[in-house]
């Protein structure tokens, strides 16, 4: 208890309050701009932390992360366009609400949800990170590569009603990944002799475009008259209690996949939200309604991908092993202040520990605060006349498909991906298997690769480890459970 | 007011005196440093540690753009391709400048630069978990040549530095390693957690920070490094290997003398300071500056040695 007391001596400053503070807005805000992530918010600050006290620096570097994860999904809801990959699950059933009029409900299920997912992560954290992080040693490239085919799924899921074209558009965003080095070779692929082409397609330009571009481009393919004007609710709404009482199992899992999936380095909130909108969509209460605005959809996506927040930082605190990176950031400057991230960091340094949960407490309890004053702003900006809003979008947008990498050819990306959104949209494809495919398809085609370096070419061999078999199971079910449901739906009609 | 007034005529003939100063000397305006790699990683965090002292050197800011992508060669192309006025250079490590060239064809190579100073240079380690049988080089050889081909050598990325002494380790001793590419350091680090891999090579920063989880079994130098006096080398063990993890300051070839011979002279202050210098001893590396003259043929030596190694891998293209 000594040591916790202390933690908290260590967080209860003027500097470290002041930075959680800071942080969570500073968060919250380049995680609302399309293009700036979690990286480029800690890499702006990443200069004063250096000068600054050891945990104001961790306070502010977990206030932006936090912060900007939840951002993200304000934009996907306000103007279907995920301010960060990790929101893009967000935008599927956020924009359909906001189209309704609902867009500050959307905003209070999504910061509510968010909220519940990153503190039910620091719980996690805080009972069994050395155990997690342990376990996810257990974790090789085979493992990786059966978690990346059973998040796959997801494009057959959010492909309802459009299958042919869903699965044609997952194919397009798998493909477009492998354009540029390939990482297990050092070839170059599909970059037609050009140099610029080797950089390969940068995920968030192409999210910017997509997303972005391609709305732009739609309202302004529509004629004026068409346009049905919308009375947009502003601010911030919080759905009853009674809401949520149907949809605690579902927040539970969700919570639970995405506190799992962070624990494993190199997934990230993007997979965790899209394997939990997977699973909303078998066994959700209103599973037939996702897709349309539908809150269970909200609830999935938002709090698995917040829930990776706290659990991200196991195996960076337990391991020394970055989670994404973000947290390498951020383990770099513990190094600069003196912490050794590492199994011992937990038996000598538990005070930090503790201090580092504190930290994370606050700052979700403050992105509810930012969210519900916030969203005030966020919302009225629906309000504008649209050609504003539009030029906004556009200018917001191409700022940060070049701010990324400072890549000229990015910005000819966003553009390409804007055209090429616009064009699918309008043929009736959902775009979000894209990015889908694009989010998986380095992770599932390294570690087939890897792991088939490991087993010296058999696949035989994949079979024979069991979390990877467990796995491939789960997959085959999913796939089949349609089926399932339909042959025992006709059983019961017999 | 006469001291106003002094003030004024003092600030009057300071403003005079610094604009003579911008028309004939350089630096007259802020100086761009391209880092080919993404903000916040290892290269991003010294060459800001740097910009600082080196800026105050100068006498102009220096704004750190990162250009990243495709190993580092997009923005080693775009510091090849800027004006050569010295007010655009590069923080070039030594992938893109040594090994990336012989991998594919690129719009640049050695000779497209001006070489300011060498910045840094880590000398590498042999890494293996702290619970691993091997307790030298040695050990591990013996292992590696009864049974070939089955310790797994995990790299950061094909054709880096801590691939190519793999290769030469492989070729000076007549081991054979199965190497498995992974994606940057942080997943090979936890593939040799996993059990997947046995060993890989790494900056001695990073041994520093996991010396719970990992030991060295060969620094991979000449001689024994000043700030790890205790760890034996590959060439104390019988195989001489010298792979430093080293970057520098380039220009686009052709920029003028007098803007070279500033920069160098800014970047060895820089160096030299409080800042830099504690930074870099937090992280157990020696400072290792160098001139102009001096890197250019560092450079020019270390190109040739890769393109041997590489070629004799078979991955020279």
Sequence with gaps: MDVFALGLDHVLTMSALGAIFIGTILGVAVGVLPGLGSVIGITMVLPFTYSMGQIPALALMLGIYCGSVYGGSISAIVINTPGTPQAAATALDGFPMAQRGDADLAIGWATAASVIGGLFSVVVLIIAAPQLAAFSLNFTSIEYFALGIFALICIANVSRGAMAKGLLAGAIGLFLATIGVDHVTGDMRFTFGSFEMTAGISLIPAIVGLFALSEVFMRASESATVKAQIAHNVGFRLPPFSQWMPRLWLLLKSCTIGSFVGTLPGTGAATAAFIAYSEAKRSAPNRDKLGTGEPDGLVAAESANNAVTGSAMVPTLALGIPGDPVTAVMLGTFIVHGITPGPRLFTENLDLVYAIFLILIGVNILMFFIGALGSQLFTRALRMPEPLLMTMVTVIAIVGAYGVRGNPLDLITAFLAGVGGFILRKAGFPLAPLVIGMVLSQMIENSLRQGLLLTRGSFLAFFERPIALTLFILTALMLAWPAIRWLRARRQEA | ?317
Excluded at chain 2, 243 to 272: D, Q, R, S, T, Y
């Design chain 2, 1 to 317: 007011m006469k001291f106003i007034r002094s003030s004024i005529v003092a600030l009057a003939a300071a403003a005079g005196l610094a604009s003579t100063a911008l028309a004939a000397e350089f630096p007259a305006k802020p100086v761009t440093i391209i880092v080919p790699f993404s903000a916040g990683g290892g290269t991003d965090i010294t060459t800001r540690t740097l910009a600082g002292p080196m800026a105050e050197a100068l006498g102009v800011e220096i704004v750190v753009k990162n250009t990243a992508g495709a190993g580092g060669t997009i923005g080693a192309a775009e510091t090849a391709r800027s004006k050569p006025n010295g007010y655009t250079i590069g923080m070039m490590p030594v992938g893109p400048m040594t090994t990336q060239p012989h991998l594919r064809e690129l719009p640049y190579n050695p000779e497209s630069f001006d070489y300011i100073c060498q910045a840094y240079s880590a000398p590498s380690s042999l890494v293996v978990r702290k619970d691993s049988p091997f307790n030298s080089l040695q050990d591990m050889l013996e292992h590696a040549k009864a049974n070939p081909g089955t310790l797994n050598y995990g790299v950061q990325a094909v054709g880096s530095i801590p691939h190519v002494a793999g290769l030469g380790l492989a070729a000076a001793s007549g081991a054979e390693f199965t190497f498995i590419p992974y994606k940057g350091s942080a997943p090979t680090f936890k593939a040799m957690l996993d059990g997947s891999v046995d060993m890989f090579v790494a900056h001695i920063s990073f041994l520093t920070k996991n010396s719970d989880q990992v030991k060295s079994l060969a620094m991979l130098t000449s001689e024994r490094v000043s700030t790890a006096q205790d760890l034996p080398t590959a060439t104390d063990q019988g195989v001489p290997m010298h792979f430093p993890i080293w970057g520098g300051l380039v220009a686009p070839k052709g920029i003028p003398a007098e803007a070279k011979a500033a920069l160098e002279a800014a970047c060895e202050a820089g160096m030299n300071s409080e800042a830099f210098s504690s930074r870099m001893a937090d992280l157990r590396m020696p400072l290792a500056f160098m001139g102009s003259a001096d890197f250019e043929a560092f450079v020019n030596a270390e190109f040739s040695k890769n393109d041997k190694l590489l070629t004799a891998a078979g991955l020279k293209k």
